[in-house]
């Protein structure tokens, strides 16, 4: 709960606060705006821009709005009242969680990209796409894991169902009928 708190915390003060901060009044070319556009006091400079940096930036805020909604969806589902030991409630928290991690991880990723501006084939940034993979490729083997110890567990629980629980209701029918 403390951590889809943060999380939705952090994601909340990026949406209002975005990097590159605000236009502070109504700007047009002469101001920095990108070529027949007027920039409108209040909204993010970086998705002004034109090129890869409007790009990196819709898909920052893309990614920012998943990790928001994601940390949102476990905080709803912790205050409501499920059940925590239902493997159902806690294989979907986990996945939700990966998920908001994920996406952090995705937006740090797209800010440094955003601020640094690196040169494609730059140290920088091969150091951030390799960062970038390796936080992707964890969490991605996590929820597979995870995915498969659910499927595993429900195969369990409907071959079980197959094999005993045929003679149980049969068992219950037979004894209730006399």
């Not at 209002?16 to 109504?26: K, L, M």
């Not at 690196?118 to 140290?123: A, R």
């Amino acid at each position: 709960m403390v951590v889809a708190t943060v999380m939705a915390s952090l994601t909340f003060q990026i949406a209002i606060n975005p990097p590159g901060g605000v236009w502070q009044s109504n700007t047009d070319t002469q101001g920095g705006c990108a070529p027949n556009q007027i920039c409108k006091a209040g909204t993010s400079v970086l998705a002004s821009s034109d090129g890869t940096q409007k790009l990196r930036y819709e898909n920052f805020m893309l990614l920012c709005t998943i990790s928001f909604s994601a940390s949102q969806t476990i905080i709803v589902l912790l205050i409501s009242g499920f059940s925590l030991r239902n493997k159902c409630v806690m294989w979907f928290l986990m996945i939700v969680s990966c998920l908001s991690v994920l996406c952090t991880g995705g937006a740090y990723v797209c800010s440094m990209l955003m601020i640094l501006d690196p040169p494609v084939g730059s140290f920088h940034y091969h150091i951030t796409l390799f960062y970038a993979y390796f936080w992707g490729v964890l969490i991605l083997s996590l929820i597979l894991i995870f995915f498969c110890r659910f499927v595993f567990w429900l195969l369990e629980k409907f071959f079980r169902f197959l094999c005993c629980g045929w003679r149980i209701v049969s068992h219950y029918h037979i004894k209730h009928a006399n």
